[in-house]
């Protein structure tokens, strides 16, 4: 069985730094493009970042830019998300989910449109004071 669990959230105040991680199991990490989506109450669902098969290649969405980073730990089948200056508005259930590709690019349009892949059930992360 395929399948993505999100771990790492929980309640830091603004300003701090959480990190989740993507665990996979029933297949290779590695050779899936990876997405993290996040959806706050009442709001839809919004791109958070990608990272392409084998990790050569990252993306990131509005205001992750500068303050996220994707990586991939090949031994623990895992994708990492690091999230610094975290603020209110970075509260949100984040989701990662993906499928098997071989481009050395990822889309974010693409993941979030995906209609089959493999998706986890996300981990809930609450910045407050």
């Known amino acids: 069985q395929l399948q993505l669990v999100e771990s790492g959230g929980g309640l830091v105040q603004p300003g701090g730094s959480l990190t989740l991680a993507c665990v996979a199991s029933?297949?290779?990490?590695?050779?899936?493009?990876i997405g993290w989506f996040r959806q706050a109450p009442g709001k839809g669902r919004e791109g958070v970042g990608c990272i392409s098969s084998e990790g050569g290649n990252t993306r990131y969405e509005g205001s992750a830019k500068g303050r996220f980073t994707l990586s991939r730990d090949s031994a623990k089948n895992t994708v990492y998300l690091q999230m610094n200056l975290l603020t209110p508005v970075d509260t949100g259930r984040y989701f990662c989910g993906g499928q098997e590709s071989i481009s050395p690019a990822c889309d974010m349009d693409s993941l979030a449109s995906l209609t089959d892949g493999v998706w986890g059930q996300g981990t809930q992360a609450t910045v407050s004071s």
């Open positions: 029933g297949f290779n990490l590695d050779e899936y493009v």
